[in-house]
């Protein structure tokens, strides 16, 4: 309600107001006058329940007569919340409404501890909160490598079935072979492969949000992000960053102050998204053994859980920076509604898992597929010759300027098309590897073996910094140009954090290669 008169108060657009859940509301014996909530807001009301489908064609009825007729008049247009007091007073309204429009029921202590309130005082301590945050990500990162084993060897073993067929083919000429064997069916694998990690990734965090857990981390932090002149609201773009940086930027539309916003929009490019996730997992595994540590937690897991703590932390640390030197507007105080927890809806969770899935499968089969392509075609003319193909002698053309932190002309290759997507880089390596093979048995060997046995430690820990900070991911940056409307503050980002990454990337490598010495004398 109180987002509503906010909102409302801004547009001039027409409004529907939709009331869902309404059957939790009368599974628990609570009602709401809809009409009087239409003649307080002065806006048509329908209840509906989204997740039954209930009130769906009610809704696209009231939905079209608004688009028909004028926009209607509310009382929530006279508020304005450019400040603070106005926000308080917008509060207060909201809540009166509340009042004169909800009928609660008489639930039980029993059932408010059901709804949360017991929960809370855990999820929400200032100590064991925090703690119990970090180990459900912890937990996450631990199934992601320890349960998505089996299908990812699945899916390449299906891939190399598939190549082995296309192989036993006779009649197909050798180039195009090539093509279909070391370009398409290579470089879609060596992506594709990691669905498994990001099914599980996806479904921990639908989980979680369903639940209600995730909105709590909103409360968790906003003491953590004031610090850095952040409300806790920015937390919701930055979490949307970790699936994907794009709908992390366009959720900052949601904060009103251009600076806060901004400064979210640059800290959602270093939070670690979904398309890391086949990097991460092939340097990791092919430099990270996986030990166990204790408490059933493995160091792959913790590897993975402190790169993503890694970006966060720069980019809070980055924030605070910026806050020191630049003068900012008063912090906006957080008002925060939790929700009650309640049993995640599978019917949900399929259907979100299932869309985002198919955002992958696409990005996979045009950008990936396309690059991959590309990088045969580079690798394959004039000659499969690591001398003398064009792939090996753009990746020297630029070795001076990346020998420093350790990527010889294999990454440079593969960091090129990366701009367009970052998961490219694990595709055209595989690519690259398959048709530099000599023999069969050699093409079959996992990428991350290959590297394990053919890159030093601290070339790979160099890489795995690097993509930590990166701006590999120009999509991205199209979105904060068209955000921000300033070319100017997304270039100097993308300049930003190029910089940062060579810094970190030649620190780690020098450290690494240190550390060796070391150990090897």
Request: charged residues 15%; glycine residues 8%.
């Amino acid at each position: 309600l109180r987002l509503l008169l906010d909102f409302s108060s801004k547009t001039k657009s027409p409004v529907v107001v939709a009331v869902n859940l309404m059957d939790v509301l009368e599974h628990r014996g609570i009602q709401i006058d809809l009409e009087k909530l239409s003649l307080e807001t002065g806006l048509p009301v329908v209840g509906i329940s989204a997740k039954h489908r209930q009130g769906i064609s009610e809704l696209l009825g009231l939905l079209k007569k608004a688009l028909l007729g004028p926009v209607p008049s509310t009382t929530a247009r006279r508020f304005s919340t450019d400040n603070s007091a106005s926000m308080i007073s917008l509060f207060k309204e909201a809540d009166r409404i509340e009042k004169q429009v909800l009928i609660p029921s008489d639930r039980s202590s029993k059932a408010a501890v059901f709804e949360g309130k017991g929960f809370d005082r855990w999820v929400l301590h200032p100590i064991l909160g925090p703690i119990l945050f970090s180990l459900t990500m912890v937990g996450i990162f631990q199934l992601m490598f320890n349960f998505a084993e089996t299908p990812m060897a699945w899916i390449e073993a299906g891939f190399q079935y598939l190549a082995d067929g296309v192989n036993a083919q006779t009649g197909i000429p050798e180039m195009l072979r090539g093509l279909i064997v070391d370009g398409v069916i290579a470089g879609i694998s060596g992506t594709l492969v990691f669905l498994p990690q990001i099914i599980i990734l996806f479904a921990a965090i639908l989980f979680l949000e369903d639940l209600g857990f995730m909105a709590r981390g909103v409360f968790l932090l906003d003491r953590l992000m004031g610090r850095v002149g952040l409300s806790g609201r920015a937390f919701l773009p930055l979490l949307s960053s970790f699936a994907c940086a794009v709908p992390g930027v366009i959720a900052a539309r949601s904060l009103e102050k251009k600076q806060e916003r901004w400064m979210t929009i640059a800290m959602s490019t270093i939070f670690t998204c979904s398309a890391r996730i086949p990097v991460y997992t092939v340097l990791i595994a092919a430099f990270i053994p996986n030990l166990a540590v204790g408490l059933g937690i493995k160091l792959q897991g913790l590897v993975m859980f402190s790169l993503y703590v890694l970006g966060a932390g720069v980019a809070f640390l980055g924030a605070g920076l910026f806050r020191k030197f630049v003068r900012q507007d008063q912090k906006t105080p957080l008002f925060l509604e939790l929700p009650d927890y309640r049993l995640p809806s599978v019917r949900f969770m399929l259907r979100e898992l299932a869309y985002r899935v198919r955002l992958f499968i696409a990005r996979v089969g045009t950008v990936i597929t396309v690059v991959s392509i590309g990088i045969w075609a580079l690798v394959s003319f004039p000659t499969a010759s690591v001398q003398d193909n064009y792939a090996a002698r753009i990746g020297r053309a630029i070795e001076p300027l990346t020998a420093p932190i350790g990527f010889d002309w294999r990454i440079n290759m593969a960091l090129i098309p990366g701009l367009a997507a970052r998961e490219v880089i694990v595709g055209a390596l595989s690519t690259v590897y398959a048709v530099e093979s000599q023999d069969e048995e050699a093409g079959q060997v996992l990428l991350a073996s290959r590297i394990s046995s053919e890159w030093s430690m601290a070339t790979g820990l160099s890489l795995l910094v690097w993509y930590v900070f990166a701006p590999q991911c120009l999509s991205t940056f199209a979105t904060i140009r068209r955000e921000t409307g300033s070319w100017k503050f997304t270039l100097l980002l993308f300049a930003a954090l190029m910089v940062l990454a060579y810094l970190a990337s030649f620190l780690v490598f020098r450290l690494a290669s240190m550390m060796t010495l070391v150990t090897q004398g």
